[in-house]
């Protein structure tokens, strides 16, 4: 198995949208998420390396491998770890479902925003399971495009949502999946599964957070997929872009945005 076509492309500017929503999310989606000095820890999934700052800053005594199936990415995430200043991540190319390293190989699993695009999850989570040694954490964090609310509501904004969930499930993907997290890693055999739901709010009192997670993050991301939206004949051109500026509409001082990420973590028996 591999993973799915990634719905949202690798172009600069999915890139950018990457870093701010990390920069964004780094408190709400990573407290809670440090690790012990000297503990080896895989990062699976690294894409362009927003998440891997985070990690790498948050426990500067912990080793991290960071992996991911694109060159041109590990290469950016190398890149933007160096400028960050941090020494304690190695990047390595590899599939998921491919992964080379010994049995028990890592203390601990952090993945992000990963899931999602595969097309059997459950066989990806088994993959990681059997390099973590026994007492091991697997952290899985995921978002569920079902969860976003908005004042204005607009049905051109929810039929632009629609377009990137439509794309996302005929490439394999599951946007939905982060209600499913616990049932999933539950069933794979992990131990003391927890999920805790990562809930984003924004609104005219924090106008800075609004244009940062509602504009720069969703909405980018939102518009991303019009191309294949319109192409795969999802929707037309005129129709996409009134639900974009609806989205962006959200973002103005009498509006609000809501979204739930998922956070799961789970012990290796």
Not at 63 to 76: C, E, G, L
Not at 133 to 142: D, F, M, Y
Not at 173 to 201: E, K, N, Q, S, W
Request: aromatic fraction near 8%; proline fraction near 5%.
């Amino acid at each position: 198995m591999t993973a799915t076509a990634y719905v949202h492309g690798y172009d600069p500017r999915e890139a950018d949208r990457l870093h701010d929503q990390a920069h964004a999310l780094a408190e709400l989606l990573h407290a809670g998420t440090t690790y012990a000095s000297g503990a080896h820890v895989l990062e699976a999934g690294c894409g362009t390396g927003a998440q891997t700052v985070e990690l790498a800053r948050r426990s500067p005594g912990t080793w991290f491998t960071s992996i991911d199936r694109s060159a041109r990415s590990v290469d950016a995430a190398r890149q933007r770890v160096d400028a960050a200043g941090l020494a304690n991540v190695a990047f390595r190319q590899a599939d998921i479902m491919a992964l080379p390293f010994a049995p028990q190989s890592f203390d601990h699993v952090f993945v992000c925003f990963v899931l999602e695009h595969l097309p059997r999850p459950a066989d990806a989570v088994a993959a990681l399971m059997q390099l973590v040694r026994p007492g091991g954490t697997l952290t899985v964090i995921e978002g569920d495009h079902g969860t976003a609310c908005f004042h204005p509501d607009d049905p051109a904004a929810r039929a632009a949502i629609a377009c990137q969930v439509a794309l996302q499930q005929r490439a394999g993907g599951d946007p939905f999946i982060g209600r499913r997290l616990h049932r999933l890693l539950a069933a794979a055999g992990l131990h003391d599964v927890r999920v805790t739901p990562r809930l984003v709010y924004t609104d005219g009192s924090r106008p800075g957070f609004a244009d940062s997670f509602t504009r720069r993050t969703f909405t980018v991301m939102i518009e991303g997929v019009r191309a294949s939206a319109i192409t795969a004949g999802l929707i037309d051109a005129a129709a996409f872009d009134a639900g974009v500026r609806a989205l962006n509409r959200t973002a103005e001082p009498d509006g609000s945005f809501c979204y739930t990420f998922f956070k799961a973590t789970a012990v290796m028996r």
